[in-house]
């Protein structure tokens, strides 16, 4: 929201089209006060006329409207109507640094005549006119390919209220459901009632019922939702329905990582949830990479998020105890497993991005440089020629060929390794770049020396948590899986470090050598310790040998 001291254009027609759209109305509960309103392509601007002359107007950029409802009161005696613009501007906040959407109202009443028809008929070509044009005004992010969802949009609204703290019920009640009424959104609430509800739903509704599915609640009911759709006979067109994502859990990782694309300060909370319905009510779509995972026992499961092993997968699993606290479950478990820190054994194997590429093909623009990036440059190199037995030892990965031929080997198109046919019977795209679980993993992937570990944590998005900006460099459709591990070794202390590094994205860059970060294509864990956990976008899956590979852009998400 700006000011502008500038006084209204008396040449401009009253309450007619010149340049836009201009009025004189009244103050919704005060008749006595004026106002002059001008609407133009991109704004929205609203001058005091009763006051002293020359008085500031107030400016509202059509970008962070939301929308304009018309509307008449219960009251006969009044043949007034009236119009309200609903305003989501980024404003500083009350008690912290930084800005964040905060909702702004502003209402007029129209009584132009003394027919109530015509009074709500000028007030509806207002609300109209807002809305269009604010429509247009959606803004988009340089390089992003966006589709919109059709409007009037037909929402389902699935809401697990057991999620975070238990209150993603009042959440909706509280913010969402006004925001949608805003924008003239209709939906349909769905409240799960027990673990795959969803899932089991959206594999067996008729879709073409619904133009976007939203979730509010943690990451787990997307999981549900996006697997449910990929289960079904028409998978491949049921996996372009727009699906937004609300946050009313405890991590709520993808509602995190889905404002930060939008490059805004961070928020948490209520903030993160005004932010991500903002998104949702504007109604742009992106694309969404998907991660399709294999399991030992021959299962797959498609993720979008994250897959962890170690410490990152005990704390989710751990912490579930500490639920009521809401993200505060995520500290606590940190401070609980450090205390008693484990180091697993397993195997760990992976198709870096150089490799994975055509000839001629390069990274996206948005996306990070595509040489391997490392917490230092000796954690995964030797440093020299002179380099001391113990510098050599940091160089921790090899490959199944000899060196020269899989460090020169960019330029070469990568065959598929799957040469039996996909079942009939399993949905979703095949994955071109696995062998089978039983099978060595391909000549040309990178196999890691090391086989102790205090965790693996492969992401898709940028965000672990609300506060665990995990993976700096993701981007929703970059077709990349940002690797990171720590060897063993690590003090608990360096660690700890480590951990609150990672709350602004830094933990890349404090030069810990027992970090490594590599981007990839593919990639396969081998637990080897008898006892631990695994995580597929917080979800613990069975313990065992497990490889996943990128699916780029496959599915839509709702963002901005």
């Known amino acids: 929201m700006d000011k502008d001291s500038a006084e209204p254009d008396p040449t401009r027609q009253r309450n007619g089209v010149v340049e836009g759209l201009y009025g004189e109305f009244t103050d919704s509960l005060n008749a006595k006060v004026r106002y002059s309103v001008s609407l133009t392509e991109s704004s929205l601007a609203i001058q005091n006329i009763s006051s002293s002359p020359g008085q500031d107007k107030l400016v509202f950029n059509l970008t962070d409207c939301l929308g304009c409802r018309a509307y008449k009161v219960e009251n006969e005696a009044d043949v007034g109507a009236f119009f309200t613009a609903y305003f989501y501007p ?20 129209v009584a132009l005549v003394q027919d109530p028809l015509t009074n709500l008929q000028e007030a509806e070509r207002w609300a109209r006119a807002i809305r269009e044009a604010s429509i247009r005004q959606i803004p988009r992010r340089h390089g992003v390919v966006y589709s919109e969802v059709r409007r009037p949009c037909r929402v389902m609204v699935l809401v697990n209220p057991q999620s975070g703290r238990g209150q993603a019920l009042q959440l909706f009640s509280g913010h969402i459901e006004p925001m949608l009424t805003e924008a003239s959104v209709p939906y349909t609430l769905v409240i799960t009632e027990h673990q795959n509800h969803a899932r089991d739903l959206v594999r067996e509704t008729d879709l073409s019922q619904w133009d976007a599915l939203v979730i509010l609640s943690g990451d787990g009911l997307l999981f549900e939702v996006l697997n449910g759709l990929l289960e079904r006979e028409d998978w491949e067109e049921a996996i372009q329905t727009p699906l937004g994502i609300l946050p009313g859990g405890s991590g709520n990782a993808l509602a995190a990582s889905v404002h930060h694309y939008t490059e805004s300060s961070p928020a948490w909370g209520e903030e993160l949830l005004l932010s991500c319905g903002f998104l949702l009510c504007k109604g742009l779509v992106s694309r969404l990479d998907l991660v399709s995972v294999h399991l030992a026992s021959s299962q797959r499961i498609f993720s979008f ?16 105890k500490y639920r009521l606290v ?3 479950r995520f500290l606590v478990g940190t401070l609980v497993r450090l205390a008693s820190l484990r180091v697993y054994q397993g ?3 992976y198709l870096p991005v150089k490799e994975a590429l055509q000839p001629g093909q390069g990274t996206k623009a948005h996306a990070p440089p595509s040489t391997p990036q490392h917490s230092s440059l000796c954690s995964s190199l030797p440093c020299g020629p002179n380099s001391s037995p113990n510098q050599n030892s940091r160089h921790n990965h090899s490959t199944n060929s000899n060196h020269n031929t899989a460090h020169n080997s960019s330029n070469n198109a990568i065959t598929t390794m799957r040469t039996e046919p996909q079942p009939a019977n399993q949905k979703g795209p095949p994955d071109s770049l696995l062998a089978d679980l039983e099978q060595p993993v391909p000549e040309h992937w990178t196999v ?15 965000h672990l948590a609300e506060d665990m900006f995990a993976a700096p460099g993701a981007a929703a459709d970059d077709g990349f899986i940002h690797l990171l591990y720590v060897r063993a070794g690590i003090s608990r202390l360096a660690l700890l470090r480590l951990f609150m590094a990672m709350e602004k994205g830094a933990h890349l860059a404090i030069d810990c050598p027992h970090l490594v970060y590599e981007r990839v294509k593919a990639f396969r864990l081998e637990p080897l310790s008898p006892e631990g956990a695994i995580t597929v976008d917080g979800e613990m899956v069975e313990y ?17």
């Open 90 to 109: 980024f404003k500083r906040r009350w008690m912290s640094t930084g800005m964040a959407r905060q909702k702004v109202e502003q209402c007029f009443r």
């Open 305 to 320: 998020l994250s897959l962890a092993w170690g410490f990152v997968a005990d704390i989710d699993i751990e912490s579930e």
């Open 326 to 328: 809401g993200a505060m």
């Open 347 to 349: 195997r760990l194997a």
């Open 448 to 462: 890691v020396n090391e086989e102790d570990f205090v965790l693996v944590l492969a992401m898709f998005q940028s």
């Open 544 to 560: 065992g040998p497990v490889q996943a590979q990128v699916h780029e852009g496959i599915a839509r998400l709702i963002s901005g």
